[in-house]
């Protein structure tokens, strides 16, 4: 599928990969409708790749029921999908204080990261799935995973569940699309350049770099973007996890 005016959602896309994938399909021609709850943000990236912003809280059904509707106002009815809101703060099963971390929080992390995920992709899906083709498809969704889906680190529990959930539905639901010409994908990147990241010490930042084998450096939010542009223009990319982690398989902390 070529993206030139094709019309594209991307979730998280304010800020690191979700903004850096926003660029690189309006550049290659999409029509991008950015979902985040980041109004500033959102708005101003939208404006600057002539796209859309929508405050949108992916864990609220109606909200992105709504979202999508407006969003087809905006450009027409979307085709490609990536999903990459999602957040991943630190916490241990046991406290310091040896309490059990708290439920609300490995909720919080769930909601978002799978259920919010699964939100926006259903309710996608089924807005396209008896659209006309676009050559010998309809559209395409990419979801973003985690290294941690597989080498969650101490500290990660919920992060890596919510993570190893999209792992794990990403080929049944490519089975149950494929009869819809619907793709599904899945991005799992290794450590890379976010906000997250930013707000570390240059000498953190340098030492996480270095646990990559190669290139031993922290990976660019474009470099996650070309693959999703790479996703989107080969029909034979279904059904599969793609590691784009530089070789790194992560240590117990």
Not at 109 to 114: E, V, W
Not at 116 to 144: C, Q, W, Y
Not at 190 to 200: D, K, V
Request: proline fraction near 5%; aromatic fraction near 6%.
């Amino acid at each position: 599928m070529i993206t030139e005016a094709i019309p594209a959602i991307v979730t998280g896309g304010a800020s690191g990969l979700g903004a850096a994938t926003a660029r690189t399909l309006a550049k290659g021609g999409a029509k991008v409708t950015i979902f985040d709850l980041n109004a500033e943000a959102g708005r101003a990236l939208a404006d600057s790749i002539g796209g859309a912003f929508l405050q949108v809280n992916v864990t609220d059904a109606e909200a992105v029921a709504g979202a999508l509707e407006e969003a087809v106002g905006l450009h027409g009815k979307a085709r490609i999908l990536v999903n990459c809101a999602g957040i991943g703060p630190p916490n241990k099963v046991i406290g310091k204080d040896g309490q059990p971390l708290a439920l609300e929080l490995f909720h919080k992390i769930i909601a978002i990261n799978l259920i919010g995920t699964f939100n926006v992709m259903s309710k996608f899906a089924a807005r396209l799935h008896d659209a006309d083709p676009v050559g010998e498809e309809r559209g395409v969704v990419i979801n973003t995973a985690s290294v941690a889906a597989f080498d969650g680190q101490i500290g990660q529990a919920a992060y890596a569940a919510s993570k190893a959930g999209i792992v794990g539905m990403a080929l049944p639901v490519a089975r149950e699309f494929a009869r819809y010409g619907i793709r599904v994908m899945t991005i799992a990147p290794g450590i890379f350049w976010t906000p997250l990241l930013e707000s570390l010490p240059k000498e953190a930042q340098d030492s996480l770099g270095k646990q990559v084998p190669f290139p031993s450096r922290l990976g660019q939010p474009e470099e996650f973007a070309h693959l999703v542009s790479s996703i989107v223009a080969n029909p034979m990319l279904n059904g599969e996890v793609i590691r784009l982690d530089g070789a790194i398989r992560m240590g117990a902390k």
